[in-house]
């Protein structure tokens, strides 16, 4: 079903599959897909809300720009979306997907996911905040505040520009912080199990030194700076590195 508000501006499409009842089971007996085809002026002129919610199926193509985005998966793939956006809120129960945004710095993403992987290109934010169970996210080009929670899962975020905290609690599974250029940070790690390892680069080389801890620690790292990096982990290692050249 397709329904425009003429008053309101707000464009529905919903669409259920049909299915077929045969002893006691739901049989699938149709495929559908669904496009929208929208004037250019959706990719520049901003609209109030972009709310897709899926079942189950995939997503493709580029999400009109908007203030506020809304993506709830039950599950699926988001395959190469862009989207851009003022704040985005992202709910995955599991499926894989890919999204970049082509926009600027966002105000607010939140992120949470079940189970699946996540990658996440040119996601700069004032403040993020990235809930996982289980899978593997990948998060560059970031920027701002980061909060990562995590059950497990191996998580890896690249910074364009260093300029907020990180906070990461996790259960289980490795985490890598790659930042940009000389960088320095007050770092706090609190640990089970598993170790820290920040590898600090040397000026005017292109070598770094390679620090290890394995204990509590509260501690300056590197260049003058108030940025913030603490750790809770339960198990799993951690990696603090320059970004790849």
């Keep these: 079903s397709i329904n425009f508000n003429e008053k309101t501006g707000e464009l529905k499409v919903e669409e259920t599959s049909r299915h077929a009842f045969f002893f006691m089971f739901w049989i699938h007996i149709s495929k559908s897909e669904i496009t929208v085809t929208l004037p250019d002026a959706y990719k520049n002129d901003g609209i109030e809300l972009v709310d897709v919610y899926l079942t189950s199926g995939d997503l493709k193509g580029d999400l009109p720009k908007c203030e506020n985005l809304k ?67 990948y998060v560059e080009g970031a920027t701002g505040d980061i909060t990562v929670d995590k059950t497990s899962g191996d998580t890896t975020i690249k910074y364009a520009d260093f300029d907020g905290d990180v906070y990461i609690d996790a259960t289980s599974g490795d985490s890598t912080i790659m930042l940009p250029g000389d960088f320095g940070f007050d770092l706090e790690l609190d640990r089970t199990s598993g170790r820290c390892e920040v590898q600090l680069p040397i000026e005017g080389s292109d070598k770094v030194t390679r620090m290890t801890f394995d204990d509590d620690t509260k501690t300056h790292l590197g260049t003058p700076s108030d940025n913030e990096i603490r750790i809770d982990i339960t198990s799993g290692d951690v990696l603090i590195c320059p970004v790849e050249q």
Excluded at 113 to 119: I, L, Q, R
């Design 71 to 137: 993506l709830n998966f039950t599950s699926g793939q988001a395959d190469n979306i862009t989207i851009d956006c003022e704040k985005a809120d992202m709910h995955f129960t599991s499926g894989n997907l890919s999204i970049t945004n082509r926009g600027g710095e966002m105000d607010n993403v939140r992120f949470s996911a079940t189970s699946g992987d996540a990658k996440l290109y040119n996601f700069s934010a004032e403040e993020s905040l990235y809930e996982l169970t289980s899978g593997n996210l």
